[in-house]
């Protein structure tokens, strides 16, 4: 048999064996791209920056599925200040998807440059839009314990003085100033105290029903009592 004849044997053996390792090979490769995070959804946001959870999922982008970790794309997500939980999903067809559970804004921080949204909890979440009609609060930045003491009385304060609080500014540990949409002066209190706005409103009421002009403060944080800052005089004129 001649050399030739040989040769070209071999190389049909070589071929026919080396036929199935190459499709093995092909196929891995194309289930290695096919198996590739390709894609983010993001539902459930409505009020805050949607991108900016895309932003952090797209991190797993090019990855594969089996090593994209659900848990720690959720971790990630949920670092986010406005974010309170989500739930993600890695697919093996290449698409995350995440739900989002927000924090709900009920007021605004106003004395940090840009303002900035609060939670009922007082944490801070994202900037402000312009025209944001949300309670103020403004002082507060170095204590945020009291920011969030302040935000969990709101309501009692607008209940014990009848009017809607309209902003809150610090002047010390327990002492605030209060301004109400339909009073046309601060009001000084201890806002763990807000029963106390009770008897200076009945105050402000006997003081109005005797036809006294509008004062200019109210003060009522010392416990059982309120002192009442009356308008000077018109000036008299020939």
Known sequence: MSGIVRHRRLWRRLTTRALPVLAVLALT?????????????????????????????????????????????????????????????????GVVTCTVIERVPVAVAVDQGTPRLLDREGQLLAPAAPGTTFLELAG???YPEERASVLAAATQLERCWNDSLRRVDR?????????????????LAD????????GARRVLDSWLASRLPTPLRVDARVPG??????????????
């Open 171 to 187: 002047l010390a540990s327990h002492d605030v100033v209060l301004r109400f949409a339909s009073t046309p002066f601060p009001v």
């Open 29 to 93: 490769a194309t289930l290695a791209v096919a198996l590739q995070v390709r894609e983010v959804r993001v539902t459930g946001v409505h009020r805050f920056p949607a991108r900016e959870v895309e932003t952090v999922l797209r991190s797993a982008l090019g990855t594969p599925t089996f090593a994209a970790r659900a848990s720690e794309l959720r971790s990630s997500v949920r670092a986010l200040p406005w974010v309170a939980d989500a739930t993600v999903r890695v697919s093996l067809d």
């Open 191 to 198: 806002p763990d105290n807000p029963q106390a706005l009770v």
């Open 140 to 142: 507060f930045g170095a």
């Open 225 to 238: 009592r309120v002192a009442v800052l009356p308008a000077p005089p018109p000036e008299e004129t020939d």
